[in-house]
């Protein structure tokens, strides 16, 4: 309720207004940040790049520790053998990085997620910290190791584990996602490759962030495009490349989009 209040606060003001509706300390952030933007947005960034230096210290470590016991093992090898055993240290290292980094980082996601909802309003503000907080943790795995895994169950694992409501026999082929623990996905869903997902949008100056929901047996074609706000009926079927709106409810069993377009009967809401 008191999200609801302050998202019509801000209508009714200036979205841009360097000056915050919020009362008390809630105000002295927002007014940091809006008045002092790229400062402010500075100091907002430093106890992410804390957790991202730590999730990948932690991440090397494996690796590390192999390297550190081969070179005691091979330090008497030819030329030759050594440099291919510290080969395949290397590849092992790498390995250790995959895994190591998809599960330390859903572990230090894990203070945020009861703070990401559902939220219109100005992009610096105080609901906007733990929704940036939980995609930049999202978009460390996705830019470096997630598309190794992808589709396998490691990567339902990975989204799961961040929040994401994922169904059994859910088979994602897309590396392409954002806020994963506002995306629900039934059973059977199926995400085509390189597919776009995300819960948030902009519009006339806002930031929304709000749910998308995708039904039982839907699925999802190459490259299509699900904003937030989406809800996708059950074994409703979205064509390639084709973007899907914010507000946008798909009926069950519809077939959206083009080439395949039955989209008079998709019913959209206004945002």
């Known amino acids: 309720m008191e999200n609801n209040k302050s998202a019509v606060r801000e209508d009714k003001a200036d979205i841009n207004s360097a000056t915050s509706t919020k009362k008390g300390l809630q105000a002295i952030i927002e007014n940091v940040f809006r008045r002092f933007s790229t400062a402010g947005f500075v100091l907002f960034l430093l106890p992410i790049a804390v957790v991202f230096i730590f999730c990948i210290a932690v991440a090397l470590t494996p690796g590390i520790m192999l390297f550190q016991w081969a ?14 055993c510290y080969g395949l240290c290397g590849g092992g290292a790498f390995i250790g990085f995959i895994f190591t980094l998809i599960f330390i980082v859903p572990l230090m996601n894990l203070p945020c997620l009861p ?15 733990p929704w940036f ?23 339902i694992l990975f989204f ?5 409501k994922i169904g059994k026999g859910v088979m994602i082929n897309s590396s392409n996602i ?21 819960a948030h949008y902009g519009m006339k100056g806002f930031l929304i962030i709000d749910k ?30 084709t973007a899907v709106l914010p507000k946008t409810i798909i009926k069950d069993g ?18």
């Open 133 to 155: 907080y939980h995609n930049a943790l999202t978009y460390l795995v996705r830019y470096t190791v997630l598309d190794f895994l992808t589709p396998s169950p490691l990567n």
């Open 160 to 164: 799961k584990m961040m929040g994401m």
């Open 212 to 241: 998308l929901h995708i039904k039982r047996g839907a699925m999802i074609g190459l490259s299509a495009k699900i904003l937030g706000g989406v809800t996708i009926g059950e074994k409703a079927v979205v064509a390639p490349n």
């Open 178 to 198: 954002s806020d994963p623990c506002l995306i629900k996905l039934g059973d059977y869903v199926t995400i085509g490759g390189s597919a776009y997902m995300m």
């Open 254 to 271: 519809e077939k959206f989009g083009v080439p395949v377009s039955n989209g008079s009967s998709a019913v959209t809401e206004a945002s």
């Open 71 to 84: 070179s005691d093992v091979v330090v008497n090898y030819p030329f030759v053998l050594k440099a291919f």
């Open 115 to 129: 703070f990401v909802k559902s939220y219109r309003g100005a992009w610096f503000s105080i609901e906007s910290i």
